[in-house]
């Protein structure tokens, strides 16, 4: 692992993801430590995660998709940031997949890496990124799919802005 920073890039440590850490900037997903109810005749066991996802602002609708995403190599330099202002995205791995989050809090977009958090999933954690908020693409640990829970609709709900002072992520 390379530790040189690019010049003037802020080192951004991703902390290990835990709900309350996360809460400002949407909800952290994550098998509960309850039983849940039995369905199927007791042959499994049903937890209802999430029934607030907002995904139909100005007409959208849900959409499921499968992203197949390649490993990436940490240190990796923030330079850009996206948003979707009309609706909540969702991440899921499909395994054991772990992955960075890198995120901003809704509103004004970020101009430096200083205004950043980055989170690591453990590989069977999800997350649902709240309408606005400013985050990273896709950054895999380990190889392969994620399901994504999104809003589609007419026109592109996808803001992206560059970073004056990029960051560099750690792992």
């Known amino acids: 692992m390379n530790n040189d920073l690019p010049t003037g ?3 951004l440590v991703a902390k290990p993801l835990t709900s ?8 952290a997903i994550e098998a509960p430590a309850v039983e849940g109810r039995p369905i199927n005749g007791g042959n499994a066991r049903r937890f209802d995660l999430l029934d607030d996802l907002r995904l139909d602002a100005e007409g959208g609708r849900p959409m499921l998709a499968l992203f197949r995403a390649q490993a990436r190599r940490f240190p990796h330099e923030v330079s850009e940031m996206e ?3 009309l609706g ?8 054991d997949r772990r992955f960075v989050i ?15 958090a980055a989170f690591v999933t453990d590989g069977r954690q999800g997350v649902v990124l709240a309408p606005g908020t400013w985050h990273h693409a896709l950054l895999a640990v380990d190889a392969g799919d994620f399901v994504v829970i999104e809003r ?20």
């Open 9 to 11: 890039a802020v080192a």
């Open 102 to 116: 890198v995120v901003a809090r809704a509103g004004e977009a970020p101009t430096s890496a200083k205004q950043l």
């Open 88 to 95: 909540s995205q969702t991440f899921v791995p499909l395994g």
């Open 20 to 27: 309350q850490a996360f809460t400002p900037y949407g909800i």
């Open 83 to 85: 948003r979707h202002a």
């Open 152 to 171: 589609a609709g007419g026109g592109v709900d996808c803001d992206i802005c560059l970073l004056r002072q990029s960051g560099s992520v750690r792992l």
